[in-house]
């Protein structure tokens, strides 16, 4: 089946670590995207990449990095720099043909 | 630029009633707009689209919504809401053809009473 895996899906921290969340798409989709979502709060852009080993940030960049080596992988890395992580991070996929959105299941992080 | 706004942070209804979630948007181009839903701790999942065809749209588990450009409004309603119905209702604009950029409403949490 097609889709977009996240792992983990709980992942805990202890401050001042890094950690790396995985996404991975079988959809040979080429745009990517990660999103983070604080309780009650909408859906706030990261980072994203429209075509391998390119990326640009999103709205809240700031103490996250990704890379794009691959078109089917957009790791995302959560460095000791970012003040608050703990959050649910979404990875999502867009089909150039149809235009939509398909999300990952989500990473749940939560720093100790 | 783009924007939406969800006029209700959160929507309660009973069960067997109408349901009606707002959604109105601002685009400098002609946009695709979205409806999506979030389950707790799922990922989103689309209920349906506007892509510049039919203005009514169906999409799954019975939901509707209605693209009306003089009112700048894509709202999202059913005849009949179901317990299952009750999670969070995301509103999504896109630009798709410029950049793939989408931005989301904050969203709209639905209950459902027994």
């Known amino acids: 089946d097609g889709g977009i895996t996240q792992s983990p899906k709980y992942l805990f921290r202890k401050e001042g670590q890094n950690v790396t969340l995985s996404c991975e798409q079988n959809?040979?989709?080429?745009?990517m995207y990660w999103y983070r979502q604080d309780p009650g709060q909408g859906l706030r852009l990261i980072y994203y990449s429209q075509i391998v080993n390119d990326f640009q940030k999103g709205d809240i960049a700031e103490g996250y990095s990704v890379s794009r080596e691959k078109k089917e992988s957009f790791p995302l890395t959560v460095t000791s720099a970012q003040k608050n992580p703990t959050a649910f991070y979404l990875c999502a996929s867009a089909s150039g043909i149809t235009g939509e959105l398909f999300f990952g299941e989500g990473s749940r992080l939560t720093v100790l | 630029a783009q924007s939406v706004t969800q006029l209700d942070s959160h929507v309660s209804v009973s069960e067997g009633t109408p349901v009606l979630l707002r959604c109105n948007y601002s685009?400098?181009?002609?946009?695709?707009l979205f409806w999506y839903v979030q389950h707790p701790n799922k990922g989103l999942q689309l209920l349906l689209k506007y892509t510049s065809a039919a203005t009514l749209v169906k999409g799954i588990n019975g939901f509707e919504a209605e693209f009306k450009k003089s009112e700048t409004s894509f709202h999202l309603t059913k005849p009949s809401a179901h317990m299952s119905d009750a999670a969070e209702y995301f509103c999504v604009v896109s630009d798709v053809g410029y950049g793939q950029n989408f931005v989301f409403g904050p969203g709209t949490r639905l209950s459902v009473l027994p």
């Open positions: 959809l040979n989709h080429d745009a």
């Open positions: 685009s400098s181009y002609s946009p695709s």
